[in-house]
């Protein structure tokens, strides 16, 4: 039975406009992005390394597909967010919003079974999207500018082989289909609690923005508790870029981001389990 539901769950969000809107936005921002690189990219390596170019002597380019994954990696998952958003703030607001919600719990279907099927739905939109955006950016990227050593600069400068890269990404993609789930999870909460789809959407953002800046704050009290915040680990995907990679710290941000995850289910379910369709 669930699988039923997940099956209409799946069919009832690409039956809308809204849901192609990522995989459109990605499908046309990730080129834009392999087309500057590809056209002014050595410029902009040249000017990036000037002060480098000065200490160290480089051979060869760095500028080939794996950066450009990298560069592709950092800049969408910026923006992932509110793709993400679109869809799952959507999956309970909408029923609310289109007066379905007495039609969906009288059906012969337990009210946990119509939640977990809708939440599982948005975590296979969201998986899609990232796996979309890692099949462009990566293959693409190869194709177009071929493999090679990864040149990253950050507060260190780390030169990854070529040989130890491809792991790397595999693990990255994997944190952000977790960190993008996380903001699927929080959506599908908001999208519980309220009766439109633009609430869950704007209430997921406007949390987001809060606590990046809280955690860009150096108060004491802060610095003691914004470990907690999950905005402080959707971009622990770095983590993996690093020459030896800190298990600790990922295995933290995990745990934080699925904790986040769990709660948000957890809050939908109460409320969903507990509203009455007769008001």
Partial sequence: MFFTVLSIELSKIFSKGRSYIGFGAITVLVPIVQAAMYSEGEAYFSLF??????????T????NGYLIAFVVLQSLLVHVPLLVTLVA???LAGEATGGTYRILFTRPV????????KYSAALLYTIGLIAWMSILSMGLSLLIFGPGELFIVSSAITVLP??????????????GILSMST???????????????????????AIIIVFTIISALDAGFIKDVKYMLFTNHLISWRLFFEETV????ILLSTWVLGGHSLFALLTALFVIVKKDILS
């Fill in 60 to 63: 060869g380019t760095f500028l």
């Fill in 246 to 249: 800190p298990v600790d710290r």
């Fill in 89 to 91: 703030g959507d999956m």
């Fill in 110 to 117: 337990s009210r946990y079974t119509i939640v977990l099927a």
């Fill in 183 to 205: 903001v699927a999870s929080i959506s599908f909460m908001f999208s519980a609690l309220v009766e439109n789809s633009i609430g869950p959407i704007a209430m997921t953002m």
């Fill in 49 to 58: 390394t000037q002060g480098l170019q000065q200490q160290f002597s480089f």
């Fill in 162 to 175: 070529k040989d130890d890269i491809i792991w790397r990404f595999a693990y990255a993609y994997l944190f």
